[in-house]
């Protein structure tokens, strides 16, 4: 099944005298839609479908800016907490953001990095506070001594952020429901001893990929690169197996399964092809030596 998702990137650069820049990101399935402009403190559109929202709902940024405006109190507030026994640059990341599967299954983020590693979150389940490490541990205790934080950043997470994302894919749908099917092949590798299933230019980003072998599926010496974006707002994945002993090759199948294809795409190793490669190779290689062979007289 497809999903949405709406996520806003924080980050704040300070030094030892709490001087920093801070920058902010909206994505919606991965898409850059916005970004904070710290003179007017409000988001700007970057996607031309997203000025429709504004220009029907005047208040959609106002919660938006609300929202940034309490994640950088909340930075600061830690800062004074944390940053005073941490001499020297340091920078804190913050991610907020929820998504909705098609069935209406909704799934929030809430959660803190300092200096690029995890700090501290948001367990919606339990409505509590992971901490990371001991020094996690003081703000966690801050926090939970008042539950309404939690409670505030759950309702935020379950209702708002869903209500944001269902507007956005609205008007965003041209773009953000368009369905471009992936293009696949299967190439031998002889460093891995195998076959690689490369697949590219789908959208959206959910896929399926698996290697069949007469039909059965195989897991086993199966390595992904996972679901990787290309800059042209398209996704690419690849697959590879280890196929031995390697005489059984023309035996397996990439399937790919994805919203663009009315069927799965199942694309087997051409070795006829690659018989002609060898060939040409040999054939350029025996060329380069006569050339050689020649001047050399």
Known sequence: ????????????????????AHYIMAYVDNQLVARFDPTTRRMLPQVAWLHNVTEEDSHFWDTISWTVNITELTFR????????????????????????????????TYQFGYDGEDFISLDQKTLSWVAVNVHAQ???????????????????????????????????????????PPVAEVI??????????????FYPKEVNVTWREDGEIRTKNTSSSGV???????????????VDPEDKRNHYRCYVEHAGLPE??????????????????VVSAVAFILVIFCFGK
């Open 228 to 242: 990787l974006p290309n800059s042209d707002g398209t996704y690419y994945t690849s697959l590879s197996i280890k």
């Open 264 to 281: 799965p795409l199942i694309v087997a190793w051409e070795e006829s092809d690659n018989k002609v490669w060898i060939i040409v190779g």
């Open 138 to 180: 003081e703000i966690k205790r801050l926090w939970e001594a008042d539950p309404l934080i939690a409670h505030i950043w759950n309702d935020y997470l379950e209702e708002k952020c869903i209500e944001f994302l269902q507007k956005c894919v609205m008007y965003g749908k041209d773009s953000l429901l368009r369905k471009e």
């Open 188 to 201: 031998h590798t002889i460093q891995y001893k195998g076959l690689v299933c490369q697949v590219y230019g």
């Open 77 to 108: 507030n830690e800062l004074r907490i944390y940053h005073n026994s941490s001499k020297g640059f340091h920078s804190w990341q913050n991610l907020i953001g929820c998504k909705l599967s098609d069935e209406g299954q909704k799934q929030g």
């Open 1 to 20: 099944s497809s999903s949405h998702s709406l996520h806003l990137f924080y980050t704040l650069f300070v030094d030892s005298n709490q001087d920093g």
